[in-house]
């Protein structure tokens, strides 16, 4: 069978509780990607080690996450669903990357000074490096499309960056890939302030609307969630926790904002707080359902890791060796 399909590459961290704001802002879109574009999805586990993390935690997460990817729907027949750490590609060609990005743009990431403000006790050289190693992510499968949001895009800049320098120097070894433009998802944002976006690692508990949580703590978040004392259900900057409010609903059904709208016409904040909360533990319960699964079907995911990571080292070491071999590495003796 010939795929023509377009290549699409992402990646996600498994640090941190997942939260309604990683699956309906990624991973839901994610899904729907999959019968346009040949998808790889990769479980970013070095990434994460750019900040510490607690060995154990970090496996359990990285397997969960991957986990939650087929779930969440994607078929791992159809689309290549791998840890990052299991294709040593991605290693290999991040130092050659390393080689050929500039102090100055490295310098220039706001993720950077955002992160080393964060993690002022360590600032390590992965952290500084981390761009570079995504872009090698990208280049390795020689994607056409990337799906970010919108803090990820001065990363994606820079992978062109580099991939054209690479490309003007040696001839055209990289596709260079273009920031998929479609809807991304929502931009899901705190339960508590929101002006925040929701994340894994609030210290508020009702922040955020963790994946796994039960209908109780759900209904109960929605309803502590912060509104304002305008008494109307618009979509408008003006009233930050109601328009978040119906971002979640909208994601959840499908619905535009203005149907939100009009939907609750009139109605108070309270049945919307509720109606918002059962949408999310409708679409919620079937894909806790689904994990719970999957969680218990150790040799179907252990087959899965092992087959895709398998496929995905294929298309990754075809891009290195021809990288290797316009740098001038010597060539191995067989
Ligand atoms: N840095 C991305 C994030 O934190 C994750 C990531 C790693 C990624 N490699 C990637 C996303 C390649 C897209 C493409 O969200």
Redesign the pocket.
């Known amino acids: 069978m010939i795929d023509d399909r377009k290549i699409l590459?992402?990646?996600?961290?498994a640090t941190g509780n997942l939260t309604i704001g990683n699956y309906l802002g990624a991973l839901k879109n994610w899904v729907k990607l999959t019968d346009e574009y040949e998808c790889y999805y990769?479980v970013?586990d070095m990434?994460s080690i750019t900040v510490r993390q607690d060995p154990t935690e970090l496996r359990k997460r990285a397997r969960k996450l991957l986990t939650l990817y087929i779930a969440a729907g994607i078929d791992p027949k159809k689309s290549i669903l791998y840890y990052?750490s299991h294709v040593s590609a991605h290693a290999e060609l991040a130092w050659i990357l390393n080689c050929f990005t500039y102090m100055g743009e490295l310098n220039r990431m706001t993720q950077f000074k955002d992160k080393s403000a964060k993690h002022a006790d360590n600032i390590n050289a992965g952290l500084f490096t981390?761009p570079v190693?995504?872009a090698a992510?990208?280049l390795l499968y020689q994607a056409d499309v990337?799906?970010?949001?919108v803090?990820?895009m001065q990363?994606?800049e820079l992978t062109r960056d580099l991939a054209q320098r690479f490309n003007s120097i040696y001839g055209d070894v990289f596709t260079i890939p273009e920031p998929y433009i479609g809807k991304v998802g929502a931009k899901i944002m705190s339960l508590q302030d929101p002006s925040k976006k929701m994340s894994k690692s609030d210290e508020n508990p009702n922040a955020s609307v963790y994946l796994m949580d039960d209908p109780d703590t759900i209904m109960r978040k929605f309803k502590r969630a912060v509104t304002d004392s305008e008494a109307v259900i618009k979509y408008r900057d003006e009233q930050p926790g109601i328009k978040n409010l119906i971002d979640i609903y909208s994601a959840c059904t499908g619905l535009k904002p203005e149907d939100v709208e009009k939907e609750f016409y009139g109605k108070g904040y309270g049945d919307f707080k509720t109606a918002v909360g059962e949408t999310v533990v409708s679409v919620l319960k079937p894909l806790q359902d689904r994990m719970k699964d999957l969680e218990s079907n150790k040799d179907y995911i252990d087959g899965i890791i092992k087959d895709n990571a398998e496929r995905a080292a294929r298309t990754a070491e075809k891009t290195l060796r021809k990288v290797k071999k316009k740098i001038g590495y010597p060539e191995k003796i067989r």
Do not use: N
């Open positions: 590459f992402s990646g996600m961290q990769s970013v990434h990052q981390y190693l995504m992510d990208i990337v799906p970010v949001g803090d990820q990363h994606l």
